[in-house]
Structure formats: C-alpha cells, structure tokens
C-alpha cells in the first residue's frame, strides 16, 4: 500500500483537523490514507442523496416533536388535572434538551462516528417517547420530554456535518435547507391541532412513535458513515486483521484526547464565546469559573475590551439575533391560538390551518434557492472562485427586511373588525424572513469563522433553544398584559433594532475578519 493520497477535511466540524496530512517528504508507509473508494464525497450521487434525505427526515421528525406539544396542552391539562402553564413546560423541557445535546453528541460522533450516534439515539428516541405517549402522571410526562429532547438532538449537532462529510464546500449550501431544522414545526402545528380535536391528545405521539419507528429502520438500512477520520481508523483496523500487521495506523489513532476531556471541551467552548475571561483562567479546570462570569448582555461584548476579538463580538451578536427569531417562532405556537381562537372564535383544528402561512412563506423562501446559487456563482466568479464569506449575508438583508414587516402587519391585523385572512397573509413574509435570515447566517458562519464553525454553531443550539424554551413560558401573559396588538408589535419592534445587522456586517465584516485569528482570511 502506498499512502500518496493527501487527506483534507473541511474543517466545518472540529475535530476533523487531526486527521489533516501535510506533505512529508518522508511518507510513513504504515499511514493509512483516504482514498478514491473510501472517501465519502466520492459515493455515487444517488446514494449521497439518499443519505442526505434520510437524514433529513430523521431531522425533520426530531424538531417537529418539539412543537406538537403546544397543541396537546389542553388535552394532557385535562387529563393530568394541572394548569396551562405547566403544560407549556412540554416544549420548554424538549427544547432544552434539543440545546444541551449537541454540546454532548458533538465529541462523541467525533470518537467513535457519525453513525453509531444516529443509531443509538434514534433507538433511545424511539424507547423513551413510549412513556410520553403512555405516561400516567403530568411528571413522567415531563421527565421524558426533556430525555426525548436529548436523544434528538443529534440531528441538530451532527447531521450539518454529514452533509459537509458528503459534499464538497461549494455546494453545501444548495443542500443546507435539508438539514436546517429551524423550517420544521410549523406543519406538525396544524397536524397536531387537527388530530387534537378529532382524538385524544395521546395519538400526537403515538403517531410520533409510528413516524420514529420507519425512521429507525431507514437509518439502518441508507446511512453509511461519513466521518472520515472513523473511515480511516476502520480501514487500518481492517488491515491490521487482514495483513496480521499491528504497525497500521490512522491519523486520529495518534489523539490522546479522551472522551471525557472532549465533552468538557465541548461544553467549555461554547460559553467561553460569550465572555471576555483573562487568559490566566482558560485553563480546562476552570469551566465552572466561565459560566460564572458569563455576560448577559451579549451585545455590550462588542466594546469590551481593546483585547477582545472582533469575531467573537460578531458571532455573538449574530447568534443574539437569531436566537430572538426562533424564541418568536416558538411564541407563535402560543400567540395564534389567542389571536384566532380568542378574537376570530376558531376551533382548534381552524386554528392548526393559520400555521400554513408561516409555512407557505417558509416554501417561497426556499423556491427562491436557484436565484441565490446563481448569485453566489457569480460573485465567485468575480472573485476567482474564492468569494468574501460576507457575500452570504445578502440574503439575511432580505430576511432583516421581510420578519418585522411581516409582524408589524401582523400586530396591526389582529382586530376584530380586520378579516382573519389577513394576519394569515401577514404570516408569510414572517416565515421567508425566518429562512432567509437563519441560513445566511448558517452558512456565513460556517465560511467566515470556519477554525471555530463548531464552537458557534453549538453555541447557535444552545442559545436558541434557550431563547425557543423561554419564550413559550411569558406568551400568555405577555398577550394579557399587552393585547394582542401591543404584544406582537413589542416583538416587531425588537427585530426592526436587529434588522440593520446583516447591513453593517456586509461592509466592516471582512475588516473585522482581517483583525481576527479566527476567522478566515
């Protein structure tokens, strides 16, 4: 075997750096390398797409579960005898869990694969959504929505990397929407609510057991592994076994780093993203001091500090961003029951069909895909194949533009004398905003901070699933105190303070990028 093949990752999910090469000019024999037949960008496009879109639903099927909770509320608060707002803690708990998991799966699927986490937490999604379905008592319930919360979330972590894994950089974004998981709730809302009505609130999740369950046996049966350095430490233990010689090795057979020290990384790297800590406590041993010193008010971290990085302050301030869209998301499954069935008198399956406007703008947002590729096209031209990562926020303009227009129209729809189709249509420039606005981001982030894409993106999960659990838990009050017009124009009026970002960024980002040892040059 002659190992001259030169193995590059794309260096989107951390950890694939240890099994980058450099040229030697002594070339070790014994190195095991990646090769034609082993790479798997490499695989035949059918196959890649099947994966691809296995996952995608296997994605699809963990983020809906997070929203059917919001339409099972008045049905579990019936049967368990508790009140509405301890019911609304189904959601809160399941998207904490979707936040804490990738901070916990992300090292794992970087020890041991990306398929054995699918695996596995697929099945113990599967095992422990049954006593959700069955549970006799509003604390079974609970508990296993925050379990179930953290079994799907692999989805959320390691599924981007798959993609990345399987296609090369220039076209991961034509296929970023697959695994997007923000695009996911809002048709399980009408489903849910529809259901609700004609049957127990317990189908919801019986039928979400049904819907796992196929998931499982696809996974099995269409995903192989696509986590390189895992691809490599096989091949050489096959050839260990096969040539009887124990001197073949992989790249990553050389890390030292254990598993335990990778989740504490994990979880470290994160937290420290949002806060300015002497260099004298970044030590590993000191995780505990970060979270303590951690600063509330992201968006102050961009002048504190002559020291502090730029690109840190960038990441957070667009992480605070989308964090807000998504916590307003998760509102929306609370504030349009109160807009249509308290003002307009919908029944609650009426009320499960306005989630489609949300989602009819989701689609148009997506169709417009083609156009975006053929712009970022030419300006990869313009560039010679190497455009500025800031070129991805053109489509977040459009987003920043789109989301308060369409809750402002919205606030000032929800009279009684106004028609109710009209907050309906208001809920489509909403949801394209939302799309636009999360995957320019996704992507810009991916480009622009590549050395540490994992660590913002893992801080992206936390803090929007932190944002999307909160949020849910004030929604009724907020609409008591405030109204329905005051309460929706409030939300309206905080992402018109967020829209300028995209702006300011594509001018100052690639000066930003220039004084960062983070970001690409």
Known sequence: MTPTTTLSLEPTVEGGSEAQQSPSKDI????????????????????????????????????????????????????????????????????????????????LSEMYGRNIIYRISYILFFILTFPVAFAPNIGVFLVFRLLTGLCGAAFLSVAGGSVSDMFPNTTVAKFINQVSSFIKPWWMSSFALCSDQNASWRWTYWFMLCWIFVENVLLFLSVPETYVPI??????????????????????????????????????????????????????????????????????????????????????????????????????????????????????????????????????????????????????????????????????????????VGLFWLAFTTYPQVHWIAPIIASVPFGAGIYFVFTSTFTYLVTAYRPIAASAMAANSALRSTFAAVFPLFASAMYDRLGTVGATALLAGLTTIMAPLPFIFYRIGARLRSKSKFAVS
């Open 231 to 404: 691809i490599l430490k096989e091949k050489a233990a096959r050839l260990r076994k096969v040539t009887g010689n124990v001197s073949y090795y992989a790249p990553s057979d050389n890390v030292q780093d254990g598993l335990v020290k990778s989740m504490m990384i994990s979880c470290y790297r994160p937290f420290r993203m949002f806060c300015k800590v002497p260099s004298r406590r970044r030590k590993l041993i000191k995780v505990t001091e970060l979270l303590i010193f951690d600063r509330m008010a992201l968006l102050l971290d961009t002048w504190y500090g002559i020291k502090s990085d730029r690109c840190v302050a960038c990441i957070k301030i667009l992480l605070s961003r989308n964090a807000l869209l998504l916590g307003i998301l998760y509102l929306a499954f609370q504030a349009f029951p109160i807009i249509f069935e308290d003002i307009h008198h919908f029944n609650d399956q009426m009320t499960g069909l306005t989630f489609i406007g949300i989602g009819v703008g989701m689609l148009a947002g997506i169709s417009t895909q083609p156009f975006w590729n053929k712009l970022f096209a030419r300006e990869s031209l313009k560039h010679d194949g190497n455009p500025p990562p800031e070129v991805r926020l053109i489509m977040g303009q459009v987003g920043a533009v789109l989301v308060p």
């Open 28 to 107: 070790d024999p014994f190195l095991v390398t990646l090769e034609p037949e082993d790479n798997p960008q490499c695989m035949s496009t059918f196959r890649r797409w099947l994966a691809v879109l296995v996952i995608s639903s296997a994605s699809l099927c963990a983020t809906c579960a997070s929203s059917v909770a919001a339409f099972t509320e008045a049905g579990s608060s019936q049967t368990f005898h508790v009140s509405h707002e301890v019911t609304i803690l189904g959601i809160s708990l399941y998207v904490s869990g979707l936040g804490a998991g990738p901070l916990l799966v992300g090292p």
